[in-house]
Nanobody, 123 residues
């Protein structure tokens, strides 16, 4: 079965950095775009970033542009999110998610999700 497992979350001070990782299995990882989605306390789900299957095209939520970098290693079936200059508004559970469409720009939906990893930015 499809499995997505996030790691790398934790407690960090404002201005600090964290690198999240997601290990994928149960599908041909290199065929699919992947995304990061987050949920802050008391808030709904918020899409953060996506990367195409080849690891070339990237998209970001406006509020994280210039601070976050999404990447993938298809040889190792891993997705990453490098987060720099973190602020308290970045506090959330971060989820790794598989895109269910081969054309996610026109038909975006996630068909599998990881369990999430907690990121807390505290002053």
């Amino acid at each position: 079965e499809v499995q997505l497992v996030e790691s790398g979350g934790g407690l960090v001070q404002p201005g600090g950095s964290l690198r999240l990782s997601c290990g994928a299995s149960g599908f041909t990882f290199s065929n699919y775009a992947m995304s990061w989605v987050r949920q802050a306390p008391g808030k709904g789900l918020e899409w953060v970033s996506a990367i195409d299957s080849e690891g070339i095209g990237r998209s970001y939520l406006d509020s994280v542009k210039g601070r976050f970098t999404i990447s993938r290693d298809n040889a190792r079936n891993t997705l990453s999110l490098q987060m720099n200059s973190l602020n308290p508004e970045d506090t959330a559970v971060y989820y790794c998610a598989k895109e269910g469409s081969y054309d996610p720009r026109t038909w975006p939906y996630r068909d599998y999700w990881g369990q999430g990893t907690q990121v807390t930015v505290s002053s």
